[in-house]
T-cell receptor
Framework: GAVVSQHPSRVICKSGTSVKIECRSL??????MFWYRQFPKKSLMLMAT?????????EQGVEKDKFLINHASLTLSTLTVTSAHPEDSSFYIC????????????FGPGTRLTVT | GQQLNQSPQSMFIQEGEDVSMNCTSS?????WLWYKQDPGEGPVLLIA?????ELTSNGRLTAQFGITRKDSFLNISASIPSDVGIYFC?????????FGKGTRLSVIA
């Protein structure tokens, strides 16, 4: 199997606070994890790619100081949205790939973030 | 950057009908993937294609990797209500996975 979990599934926070989202590969070791953002009725927008033990590679236009990514182990990556603003409200989805199939990404169920 | 054109954007079909959707690109891809996303959920991998010309089935789903490596199609045979959702193609070239904009499928019972 290739199961990826995310926690929390939904979070509501106030402007100015920080929120941490966890992404775990449950039954495999993820050499690479990816973080996406998805707006309503839109496709997935890649935010960053992270390899275990390395700094994340951010896509153009994504603020690395605002979206902190930590990939401390082969089964866990975290995304912290710092000083959240209402415009950060979105659906955040992580994915992970295995070493034997680096091009297949397995997605988590997503986290719905609402900033009030 | 690399972009994928996915069509159609949406489809309304009767239960039992066959469905076809496709993706094209101006760039060559080494891998084509097809995902399905249900509302409020993450995408689920349906089929992965690795070779030009490859035709792969997964139950009622069939997908092909175009010979030119610039296109792929996904067919769903004998659609059922649970096929409803958004289908995304994704291509892997020399950059991270690139996603199409999705095909929203509605099945009328």
């Amino acid at each position: 199997g290739a199961v990826v979990s995310q926690h929390p599934s939904r979070v509501i926070c106030k402007s100015g606070t920080s929120v941490k989202i966890e992404c775990r590969s449950l039954d495999f070791q993820a050499t690479t994890m990816f973080w996406y953002r998805q707006f309503p009725k839109k496709s997935l927008m890649l935010m960053a790619t992270s390899n275990e033990g390395s700094k994340a590679t951010y896509e153009q236009g994504v603020e690395k100081d605002k979206f902190l990514i930590n990939h401390a182990s082969l089964t866990l990556s975290t995304l912290t949205v710092t000083s959240a603003h209402p415009e950060d409200s979105s659906f955040y989805i992580c994915s992970a790939s295995k070493s034997g199939a680096p091009y297949e990404q397995y997605f988590g169920p997503g986290t719905r973030l609402t900033v009030t | 950057g690399q972009q994928l054109n996915q069509s159609p954007q949406s489809m309304f079909i009767q239960e039992g009908e066959d469905v076809s959707m496709n993706c094209t690109s101006s760039s060559i891809f080494n891998t084509w993937l097809w995902y399905k996303q249900d509302p409020g959920e993450g995408p689920v991998l349906l089929i992965a294609l690795y070779k030009a010309g490859e035709l792969t089935s997964n139950g009622r789903l069939t997908a092909q990797f175009g010979i030119t490596r610039k296109d792929s199609f996904l067919n769903i045979s004998a659609s059922i209500p649970s096929d409803v959702g958004i289908y995304f193609c994704a291509g892997q070239g020399n950059t991270p996975l690139v996603f199409g904009k999705g095909t929203r499928l509605s099945v009328i019972a």
